[in-house]
């Protein structure tokens, strides 16, 4: 764990629930295509689309031994294996894309937009919960073919070799299904493998509240569950025997957008509040920084407060 520390080290710089469940939204069988083919949507960008799986209900992910198995959480048994867990390939890292004028950037996402980032600078004492509150915008003026993700989420670093872990609110299309029309589920995106849960509907005005957990610590292997309350366990993830997830953020990343003045929600911006991250029992102390792929530009993170419980990070769209 050395490096991880090294990255914490270098970083210093550096989701009240819906009460309803709504209508679920099967699995698409034909998953949004990257535009020269053969790769499919994720929150982390476009990935291979043999690399990107559903984990239903009843089941977990696992690292064991250095590979990323699907396991069934009654029996315990192992049911498919995904292979040796492995730096993700260049084209999906991006600090070689130039979208950003710092290193200071999550290594897999292409797309980031706007967001607050944190990194836990004790990770003696690691992020036991992080949870944060939103309300889901109107639908954009242009229904175009554009993807908006929005989330909390967590990392355990920023190099190609880092998964993130997240509950994601999702307008357009994705690996994981959706159309023009809001949609929740969770993620898990390791260095070359991506995967989500059944996809939720749910409608302008809702009240989300997006949940990360450590569930486990073994060692220097650490377990987290990823869901939205009150939502269907399907649409959740456990994932298992992972590094320690020190990197904390709240994003915007979109995909398509070619009129940001009519693609994007016609709000203003977005509140994510109510943020809290414990450590344990005790409230971190955090102090969030910002980052935008456009410096200058009307999508931007603010941060309101750097609290916890109680903390504000606006994402402004306008």
Avoid at 262 to 282: C, E, F, H, K, S
Wanted: charged fraction near 15%.
């Amino acid at each position: 764990m050395h490096m991880r520390m090294a990255v914490a080290a270098l970083l210093t710089v550096i989701v009240l629930g819906a009460c309803r469940k709504e209508t679920a939204s099967s699995k698409t069988s034909d998953p949004t295509a990257s535009p020269d083919g053969g790769l499919v949507l994720t929150p982390v960008g476009y990935m291979e689309k043999s690399k990107v799986h559903f984990v239903g209900e009843g089941y977990h992910l696992s690292v064991v031994k250095g590979r990323l198995l699907k396991v069934e959480a009654k029996s315990g048994r192992m049911i498919e294996d995904f292979g040796e867990v492995k730096p993700n390939d260049e084209r999906f890292n991006i600090r070689n894309a130039g979208h950003f004028s710092n290193d200071i950037v999550p290594a897999a996402a292409s797309g980031w937009i706007a967001y607050a980032y944190w990194s836990n600078p004790n990770t003696t004492k690691p992020i036991t919960n992080f949870t944060t509150n939103w309300v889901v915008p109107s639908a954009p003026s242009t229904k175009s073919t554009q993807t908006i993700f929005l989330f909390n989420g967590m990392q355990d670093g920023l190099t190609s070799t880092s998964y993130i872990i997240q509950p994601v609110l999702q307008w357009g299309p994705s690996a994981a299904g959706g159309g023009k029309y809001w949609a929740i589920t969770n993620w898990y995106v390791s260095s070359s493998q991506a995967f989500f849960g059944s996809l939720v509907t749910v409608s302008t005005g809702t009240s989300l509240q997006g949940v990360m957990k450590e569930t486990a610590v073994s060692g220097s292997n650490y377990s987290y569950n990823s869901s939205f309350t009150g939502y269907p366990a399907a649409s959740a993830l456990q994932v298992n025997n992972v590094p320690q997830a020190f990197w904390a953020a709240e994003t915007l990343e979109s995909y398509g957008v070619t009129r940001p003045s009519t693609m994007y929600p016609p709000n203003t911006d977005v509140a994510l509040t109510a943020i809290q991250i414990l450590q344990g029992t005790t409230n971190a102390s955090l102090s969030w920084s910002t980052a935008q792929a456009t410096p200058g530009s009307a999508q931007k993170a603010v941060v309101v407060s750097n609290s916890s419980p109680g903390g504000e990070v606006d994402i402004y769209f306008r």
